[in-house]
């Protein structure tokens, strides 16, 4: 489906840079003369709806603090800045309230729950009575697909039961989320989770909340201290639970994987490193959950507890302020919509409306042209061509690059053809990236022969490999790929 979808599509976006980029290598063999980041194959970030995330409180205190004009734009981050004018208490007040509501709804969900299931009524007692409200609240709650490995947290209990259950600073995670009903993994890993809950270790500290649901989410990105998202790299395309903590004064402890890429500054919520390291999955795994265990352990639990006398952590309150400020604008829906505007649907406007002109005849004409150069592009044959020798030779910065070029172009014109210089940085044995791209200029033509020539003075020295390639070139058409014809010459 994605190949009759991207072969049938005037453009293509992935929903974040990541993804977009991964994207282009997933893709490229459909395209196999190019390289992958020449794909017409972009991004625009995905985003949530601030109106439904937001709770109340914070929308009363945004309205009150950034001022007129923001709701309409709200991705303008000169609004948002002004988080650093509250107070830190009032910031606290709100994060205790949401905590608070949501734990008093935890606890009376949870005992039905669990009474339903029939767990027996000192158990029920015991977990509940654990759910203390100065915990630190971490919430993991999605669709249980086993990329996004719901249980890599208890990769090593012993480790993770001496976070929870520190007496002074008690960790409480709340875990929600579906499998599809088809995704044995998925409900294995739901399965797991449940028991845990009634390991006597993790009673009270590991909780399962059934029948996730939008009302569920809200209540979680609104109401935990830490967001934890841990998918293996690079399977998340973007991920948006996490924006959702973000408006709400949530900090997002995340690996960098989809959004979180663009969305992570340090001193605003924490990061598991984008590099695999392994290439075996269970040691990846190992590394990810100790990293997680080390971050808690140095970080995310000592600021959250250093608190004053007041039950304010001044370094709590920064990852709060610098997380409304420098990432919630980012993620709101109307940076989105502008993106799509802005990249695709603007274009695809004015070029709908250029090709319909006149009764559709520049479409008519584009499609003859295209057929044309269909006709003879195999054809079209390379008379002579003048490169210097640089195979394996450094190419000295600022000398000149001179290359001539003749092409016998049949019945084309001139310029329904463009012929360019490429240079090539290898990074693997199979990975070449693009270092350099020069259009050659059309510089005489007679018959059906033109010639294009480049005289160009190379910005970087070193080591490239390089190669001149012709293309039909067309002022309707939409991209590279459009009119899938490349040849190396
Ligand atoms: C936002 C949301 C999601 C998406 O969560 P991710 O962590 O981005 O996968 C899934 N389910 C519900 C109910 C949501 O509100």
């Not at 974040?16 to 625009?44: A, D, T, W």
């Not at 390991?199 to 059934?210: C, M, T, Y």
């Not at 590394?287 to 608190?307: G, R």
């Not at 490169?387 to 910065?397: R, V």
């Amino acid at each position: 489906m994605s190949h009759l979808a991207i072969r049938c599509s005037n453009a293509v976006n992935g929903v974040s840079k990541l993804h977009g980029e991964v994207s282009q290598k997933m893709f490229n063999y459909l395209y196999p003369e190019f390289n992958y980041s020449e794909l017409f194959i972009s991004y625009v970030t995905n985003s949530v709806h601030f109106d439904t995330w937001v709770a109340w409180e914070w929308h009363d205190l945004f309205q009150k603090t950034f001022g007129k004009g923001f709701f309409e734009d709200q991705s303008n981050n000169k609004f948002w800045k002004k988080i650093h004018t509250v107070p830190d208490a009032e910031i606290m007040h709100i994060r205790r309230k949401l905590k608070k509501r949501l734990l008093d709804w935890v606890r009376i969900n949870l005992q039905d729950d669990l009474a339903r299931r029939g767990e027996n009524p000192r158990t029920i007692f015991e977990i509940v009575k654990a759910i203390r409200e100065d915990a630190l609240v971490i919430g993991f709650a999605r669709r249980f697909a086993t990329y996004k490995r719901a249980t890599l947290l208890f990769s090593n209990e012993e480790r993770l039961a001496e976070i929870v259950n520190n007496t002074d600073k008690p960790v409480i995670f709340l875990f929600a989320g579906k499998a599809h009903p088809a995704d044995k993994g998925g409900q294995e890993f739901i399965r797991f989770i449940y028991n845990t809950t009634t390991n006597p270790n993790f009673k009270g500290r590991v909780i399962f909340l059934e029948n996730y649901s939008m009302e569920m989410a809200k209540l979680l990105v609104q109401g935990v201290d830490v967001w934890l998202n841990n998918p293996t790299r690079p399977k998340e395309a973007s991920g948006t639970s996490g924006m959702k903590a973000v408006m709400n004064g949530v900090m997002n402890f995340s690996v960098l994987d989809g959004w979180w890429v663009e969305g992570y500054r340090p001193g605003a919520g924490w990061a598991l490193s984008d590099k695999e390291t392994y290439p075996n999955a269970d040691l990846q795994n190992e590394l990810d959950a100790e990293t997680i265990y080390n971050i808690l352990e140095n970080d995310i639990v000592p600021s959250y507890y250093d608190q004053d006398e007041h039950g304010v952590s001044k370094s709590w309150v920064s990852h709060i302020k610098n997380t409304i400020a420098e990432t919630a604008p980012q993620f709101v829906m109307k940076r989105m919509l502008d993106d799509y505007q802005e990249r695709f649907y603007g274009k695809l406007w004015k070029r709908s409306l250029a090709l319909k002109n006149n009764d559709f005849k520049p479409l008519r004409d584009l499609l003859q042209w295209k057929k044309r150069v269909r006709n003879v592009w195999e054809v079209i044959e390379v008379v002579e061509l003048n490169a210097p020798d640089t195979f394996n030779h450094s190419l000295p910065l600022g000398d000149h690059f001179k290359a001539s070029i003749t092409l016998n172009l049949i019945e084309l014109r001139a310029e329904d053809i463009g012929v360019e210089l490429v240079f090539f940085r290898r990074k693997s044995e199979t990975e070449l990236e693009i270092a350099a791209m020069y259009p050659m200029q059309l510089s005489q033509s007679h018959g059906t022969n033109a010639q294009y020539t480049c005289d160009i003075q190379p910005q970087t020295s070193g080591v490239f490999e390089y190669g001149f390639r012709m293309f039909p070139q067309h002022p309707l058409l939409p991209n590279r790929q459009d009119f899938n014809l490349l040849r190396w010459l």
